[in-house]
């Protein structure tokens, strides 16, 4: 069984703090725009996906309890309007957040144009909802299309296990359910095609080592924990011997020419694969699509506070080896005085990228080095090109 990021009932949400984990599993109960915001802001949850789903739900949960301020379908959008914007502020690099806000006002002010100031809020709330829904069913698709894809060009025997390396988390933990790219490790595992997954700490905030790892445990998938600079002397000294055929990661906003902004070291993992003959898979649902960016050099990447790196809060270890998980403790790992550069993530240019895997199918690099939406994306496609 999967982890669970986000337990939702209408009314009711509770997120997962994942800054406990993997030593304490704690909900928060989440109930206002405020509470999501600050879920969102810290880092209690993460992962583009999951951003987007505790910022809708938690403003669902708030308008479904009331009251709503005004009287009238005009007043309850600008109510709803000044609430995901506010929301959308929360995480800047994570583009489904954006596409998630859009959608919510396109429902909202469509059902505003002609129905009352209770039928708007209960649009917002379905809307919400059904972005939940979809999530899982996208994931689910990623998985298939990613696994059918890397068993193609792999080079393997149908009868051949691969075993493929994560950067980050991409799995339940940031999504509603089966993940991104750990979505397409699940499903390798479930059809018996996985030998093994080496998973990277992903330094500074160690997403890898406290959630990744967690998952990969917790689902008994066959895993190695390395640091984030152990990459290529795994690749150069051991690809063959486990048969390593891919890195596969998530994204956080996938621009129109397929360069991808992602959890910092992405860039120098694919660097590394490129030098080895590995394959460099990106897994992400078409939300994380931005087609108005043409490159990304138009990604605000966010940047993260300096005690990140220069300290590290864990639970305490006993002589005897086990964990005291009721007692955490701060410790300095770099003298505070030292300037920090602490970006929270990196581009990966297109042309270091093999394939993209969405829900509606793969897309491979072009001749020319970059992406072409337009088979999987017309209609939005053909929305940004009229502009």
Request: proline residues 4%.
């Amino acid at each position: 069984m999967s982890l669970q990021a986000v337990k939702y009932s209408r009314g009711r949400l509770e997120v997962l703090d994942q800054l406990r984990l993997p030593h304490e599993f704690h909900y928060d109960s989440v109930a206002t725009r405020a509470e999501a915001f600050d879920s969102i802001a810290s880092m209690r949850v993460r992962g583009a996906p999951a951003i987007a789903i505790v910022a809708s739900l938690g403003l669902a949960v708030e308008l479904h309890h009331g009251p709503v301020p005004g009287t009238t379908a005009e007043e309850a959008v600008s109510h709803i309007d000044e609430a995901l914007d506010y929301l959308k502020t929360s995480r800047p690099t994570a583009v489904d957040l954006g596409n998630a806000v859009e959608q919510l006002k396109a429902r909202v002010r469509l059902c505003g144009a002609g129905g009352s100031k209770q039928d708007v809020v209960d649009a917002f709330i379905d809307e919400a909802e059904a972005i939940l829904e979809r999530d899982l069913r996208t994931n689910l698709a990623i998985g298939e299309f990613g696994t059918a894809w890397l068993r193609a060009k792999a080079g393997a025997s149908p009868e051949a296990t691969v075993s493929v390396l994560t950067h980050c988390n991409t799995g339940s933990l940031a999504t509603s359910g089966h993940g991104t790219a750990l979505g397409i490790v699940r499903t390798l595992q479930a059809g018996k095609l996985l030998r093994h997954v080496f998973c990277t700490e992903t330094r500074p905030y160690n997403q890898g080592s406290r959630l990744t790892a967690f998952e990969l445990v917790y689902e008994g998938i066959p895993s190695t924990l390395i640091t984030d600079s152990m990459a290529a002397s795994l690749f150069g000294g051991r690809k063959s011997d486990v048969n390593m055929a891919a890195v596969i990661v998530g994204a956080d906003r996938v621009v129109r020419n397929g360069d991808t902004a992602n959890k910092i070291g992405t860039y120098q993992l694919a660097v590394v694969a490129k030098h080895h003959g590995v394959k460099f898979i990106v897994a992400a649902p078409t939300t994380s699509i931005d087609l108005e960016t043409p490159t990304g050099a138009g990604i605000k990447i966010e940047e993260r506070r300096a005690e990140e790196l220069t300290q590290v809060t864990g639970a305490v270890v006993r002589p005897d080896g086990s964990v005291d998980e009721g007692t955490k403790v701060t410790v300095a790992t770099a003298d505070r005085r030292i300037g920090v550069w602490n970006p929270a993530f990196d581009v990966t240019p297109a042309e270091l990228i093999d394939a993209i895997v969405t829900e509606k199918g793969v897309v491979e690099r072009g001749p020319d080095g970059s992406f072409d939406f337009r088979p999987i994306m017309a209609e939005r496609w053909a929305a940004v090109a009229g502009q």
